[in-house]
């Protein structure tokens, strides 16, 4: 594993040498602003006149990479073999810490939960109002034409 470790990133550092050392030969050879009938006058060009470089250049490191992967080895196996929805999340609860005790501003004896179950929700009842609304301006005048909102 510090094998393939290794020789990633010798890959990686080689890759981006070589891109960048292709990158400054080209950006040298390439001049962005086209000078017009005079020195000063200057233009922007126009996108096809800029020139792409495609770098597609097969690197030989002198060995063989596979000679350091297990065989029959697949980077892409087991890719999408994880299941979402068997994998149990559990949220830790989240520790405040004030820096100063809490007990010295409340009053004594306090019970935050003093009198939670004391109301009996089934003797109070419950009473719905019924307004009706009025506005202020007409509604068709922001609708679209022939508007039917049963349709």
């Known amino acids: 594993m510090k094998h393939l470790l290794v020789l990633s990133s010798f890959l990686l550092t080689l890759t981006t040498t070589v891109a960048s050392n292709f990158i ?3 950006k040298s050879s390439i001049s962005l602003v086209v000078t017009s009938k005079s020195e000063t006058e200057k233009t922007v060009p126009k996108i096809q006149e800029i020139q792409v ?3 597609k250049e097969q ?3 002198g060995f ?3 000679q350091y992967l297990p065989e029959n080895f697949n980077p892409l196996a087991g890719k999408n073999d994880l299941n979402w929805n068997n994998i149990l999340i559990i949220e830790t609860p989240v520790v405040v810490n004030l820096d100063f005790d809490i007990k010295f501003y409340l009053p004594k004896n306090f019970n935050p939960l003093k009198g939670k179950n004391d109301i009996d ?3 109070i009842e419950l009473i719905e ?4 609304l009025h506005f202020n301006f007409n509604v068709n005048a922001y609708l679209p034409k022939d508007f039917n909102p049963n349709k």
């Open 59 to 61: 690197i030989d490191l």
């Open 53 to 55: 470089f495609n770098v």
């Open 121 to 123: 929700w089934d003797n």
């Open 64 to 66: 063989d990479v596979n």
């Open 129 to 132: 109002i019924e307004e009706e």
């Open 24 to 26: 400054s030969e080209k």
